[in-house]
């Protein structure tokens, strides 16, 4: 599912067959969930200091070699833990970080996001576009940019795959 504003996301909602109380649920949860402030950790891993994850590396895909199948740019199992956590938090699908703080992109919708100034810039087929963003994923809905909300994003709102 994309990120669509709050008046979409009810029109949608409409069409789908459920009880009155599941419609009212999942729209309550989808207005909490447009309602909270950004963060670096919405668009990528992060530890608990909101630092970025760099993602698990494997020298392999099976038990047949010396890794045995592990990630081998982590040193213990509670970082591996930690990556597999920070990832649950993730919100939007296929974004990553670029080395400036608090900026992320995504290849394929040729979309990058400043977060510490709260403008976003996107390539399309007119060229350049942008804007400002106010600080909550609302904003991020309102500006239509084709963004995809992860399973850990669905769930929160209740919508079942």
Do not use: W
């Amino acid at each position: 599912m994309k990120l669509i504003p709050l008046s979409d996301f009810v029109l949608e909602q409409l069409e789908i067959r459920q009880s009155t109380s599941e419609f009212k649920e999942v729209v309550r949860n989808y207005t909490h969930f447009l309602k909270q402030p950004l963060t670096l950790g919405m668009f990528v891993q992060v530890d608990k200091h909101g630092s970025v994850l760099e993602p698990l590396q494997f020298c392999c895909t099976g038990s047949d070699c010396g890794c045995m199948g592990m990630p081998v740019n982590v040193s213990s199992q509670e970082e591996i833990d930690e990556y597999y956590e920070a990832m649950e938090k993730v919100l939007f699908a296929g974004f990553q970080s670029k080395p400036a703080a608090n900026e992320v992109f995504n290849n394929s919708l040729k979309l990058t996001i400043y977060l510490k100034v709260l403008q976003f810039m996107n390539v399309h087929e007119n060229g350049l576009g942008g804007g400002d963003l106010a600080n909550t994923i609302e904003a991020l809905a309102h500006a239509d940019l084709g963004i995809d909300l992860t399973p850990s994003a669905l769930e929160a709102i209740g919508i079942k795959e």
